[in-house]
């Protein structure tokens, strides 16, 4: 039997657009003079507007990805798409998917920068906290917009 999973790409669009808010504010506002520091780039000068514009449209590529992806994982765990019953909460649903996804893939991905590039874990510390967020609205999302 293979699952149905009904993919919402309204809730996926919404998705991606807050994670532009919230990567703005958090590599802006919250964490910008640490991570520049630990990225080497302190003394550099604001990127033009054209660089800009392609670093978000990227930025919104990689959002999109995740969250596409995040959305068929997230059917997987439902215990509807394979025509059974009850289905898990929505807040297990989206807690596992971010918090298992985040463990397994992001976390590891982020350790090896520290191995074989030579960062800081306070680098670490930010990226994968903002990896985290990041998963986490998007599985709330996705859980609570079906």
Known sequence: MEPTIPINYLAI???V????VVGFLWFGPLFSKPWAKHMGMEDMEPPDGATMAKSMVLFALGNFLIVFTLAHAQ?????GAWGLSPDVSNNYLALNSA????????LPN???RVAWEGKKWGLVAINAGFDLVRLLIFAFVLAYWV
């Open 13 to 15: 669009c919404v998705s």
């Open 17 to 20: 657009f807050v994670m532009l």
């Open 75 to 79: 059917g997987v765990w439902r215990a």
């Open 99 to 106: 918090g298992f996804t985040w463990l397994g893939f992001f």
């Open 110 to 112: 982020q350790i090896s």
